[in-house]
Nanobody
Framework: QVQLVESGGGLVQPGGSLRLSCAASGFTFSTYAMRWYRQAPRKERELVAAISGGGEATNYADSVLGRFTISRDNAKNTVYLQMNSLKPEDTAVYYC??????????WGQGTQVTVSS
C-alpha cells in the first residue's frame, strides 16, 4: 500500500538546522510532484516547498525562501527538506505530500519541528 513516512523532526535552537526526509513506497515515486506542508497550532496548513517529479523545478513559500531547500532522490524514493537558519515561527508539524492528479495524491503522517531556546 501507499506510504509516506517522514523523519528528521525534533527540537532545535533558533538559527539551527534540520533535515527532514520523506520515504515513499507503494507508487511510482518519480511520476509524482512532491510537496512539504506545515501546520502550526491554531493555524491553517500552508505549503512550504514543492518539487517536480524529475527534480528540475522547485518553488518555495516567501517565508522560507533562501533558508529551506527541497530536493529528491528518485533512486531512493525519498524527498528531503533542508531547513537552515530556523526561527521560532517555523515551529509546526511538517507533512510530506505526493501528487500526480486530483485522484492520485497522498499525505504522510507528519513530523514535529520545534524551534526554541
Amino acid at each position: 500500500q501507499v506510504q509516506l513516512v517522514e523523519s528528521g523532526g525534533g527540537l532545535v535552537q533558533p538559527g539551527g538546522s534540520l533535515r527532514l526526509s520523506c520515504a515513499a513506497s507503494g507508487f511510482t515515486f518519480s511520476t509524482y510532484a512532491m510537496r512539504w506542508y506545515r501546520q502550526a497550532p491554531r493555524k491553517e496548513r500552508e505549503l512550504v516547498a514543492a518539487i517536480s517529479g524529475g527534480g528540475e523545478a522547485t518553488n518555495y513559500a516567501d517565508s522560507v525562501l533562501g533558508r529551506f531547500t527541497i530536493s529528491r532522490d528518485n533512486a531512493k524514493n525519498t524527498v528531503y527538506l533542508q531547513m537552515n537558519s530556523l526561527k521560532p515561527e517555523d515551529t509546526a508539524v511538517y507533512y510530506c505530500y505526493a501528487r500526480r492528479s486530483s485522484m492520485a495524491n497522498y499525505w504522510g503522517q507528519g513530523t514535529q519541528v520545534t524551534v526554541s531556546s
